[in-house]
């Protein structure tokens, strides 16, 4: 059986089927009725609604008198710059864009779910695994482009030759279950959230789904905290100039 579709989803559907079509088509998909799914409508608005909020903030950066929305977004780069420092080393400004890109998005897909006719399309596993896979993609190349591709193949070997029997298989399985790893971590926990606080909404009244709507946003800060934290960690990995 279909979820039911959101608002936005129905728009897309009644109006842009065929450009959906078109899309799922390239990957080798047939033809839908309705080719939109509600976790792909969220997404592009989220995508949508964050290119409003930099159009919004862009012309209203000011040195001398900065607004209350510049101040958060500084905080923001500020804490993430800070992170990328700590976990990265001195090179960690480097990839402070996709750090801060990873961070912004999934705690906005997070969050949207608590506005009502909308859902957290990181409830569904294929939205954190696609960010996972664009993750597992951006820290590979930024390793290869670090160290060369023969180095930093060799960071699989361990730091002894005769080890690299044992350790490449280990490293290789490793390296793959971490994907799996952050898809399931994102995805589980905003399930779990989106699936309590839609319940508690439904049987109570007022001020107890309010607790829960807080736990929601403590929560979906926290998964974006650790999704980035470790995207943080795996590029360290494979920057390092140690091995």
């Given at each position: 059986?279909?979820?039911?579709?959101?608002?936005?989803?129905?728009?897309?559907n009644?109006?842009?089927?065929g450009?959906g079509?078109?899309?799922?088509?390239?990957?080798?998909?047939?033809?839908?009725?309705?080719?939109?799914?509600?976790?792909?409508?969220?997404?592009?608005?989220?995508?949508?609604?964050t290119i409003?909020l930099?159009?919004?903030?862009?012309?209203?950066l000011?040195?001398?008198?900065?607004?209350?929305l510049?101040?958060?977004?500084?905080l923001v780069?500020?804490?993430?710059?800070?992170?990328?420092?700590?976990q990265v080393?001195?090179?960690g400004?480097?990839?402070?864009?996709?750090?801060?890109?990873?961070?912004?998005?999934?705690?906005?897909c997070?969050l949207?779910?608590?506005?009502?006719?909308?859902?957290?399309?990181?409830m569904?596993?294929?939205?954190?695994?696609?960010?996972?896979?664009?993750?597992f993609?951006?820290?590979?190349?930024?390793?290869?482009?670090?160290?060369?591709?023969l180095?930093y193949?060799?960071?699989?070997?361990?730091?002894?030759?005769?080890?690299a029997?044992?350790?490449?298989?280990?490293?290789?399985?490793?390296?793959?279950?971490r994907?799996?790893?952050?898809?399931?971590?994102?995805?589980a926990?905003?399930?779990?959230?989106?699936?309590?606080?839609?319940?508690?909404?439904?049987?109570?009244?007022?001020?107890?789904?309010?607790?829960?709507?807080g736990?929601?946003?403590?929560?979906s800060?926290?998964q974006?905290y650790?999704?980035?934290?470790l995207?943080?960690?795996?590029?360290?990995?494979?920057?390092?100039?140690?091995?």
């Amino acid at each position: 059986m279909h979820e039911p579709e959101l608002f936005v989803t129905q728009l897309l559907n009644n109006n842009l089927a065929g450009l959906g079509n078109s899309l799922i088509g390239l990957v080798g998909m047939a033809p839908q009725q309705r080719p939109w799914a509600n976790y792909i409508a969220m997404q592009l608005l989220v995508v949508l609604l964050t290119i409003v909020l930099f159009a919004i903030l862009k012309p209203r950066l000011s040195v001398d008198r900065p607004g209350k929305l510049q101040h958060i977004f500084e905080l923001v780069y500020e804490f993430v710059t800070g992170q990328a420092d700590e976990q990265v080393g001195h090179d960690g400004y480097r990839y402070v864009t996709y750090f801060g890109t990873v961070f912004l998005f999934v705690l906005f897909c997070n969050l949207i779910g608590l506005i009502p006719g909308f859902e957290s399309p990181t409830m569904i596993p294929s939205v954190p695994a696609g960010i996972a896979l664009a993750t597992f993609c951006y820290y590979n190349l930024a390793g290869i482009q670090a160290n060369g591709i023969l180095k930093y193949a060799a960071h699989f070997a361990g730091p002894i030759w005769w080890m690299a029997p044992l350790m490449i298989p280990i490293e290789i399985v490793s390296h793959m279950a971490r994907p799996l790893s952050l898809t399931i971590r994102l995805f589980a926990n905003m399930f779990a959230g989106e699936k309590v606080t839609e319940v508690f909404l439904k049987l109570t009244l007022l001020f107890v789904p309010t607790l829960f709507m807080g736990l929601h946003v403590f929560v979906s800060f926290l998964q974006a905290y650790i999704f980035m934290l470790l995207t943080m960690m795996y590029v360290a990995g494979a920057v390092s100039h140690e091995h």
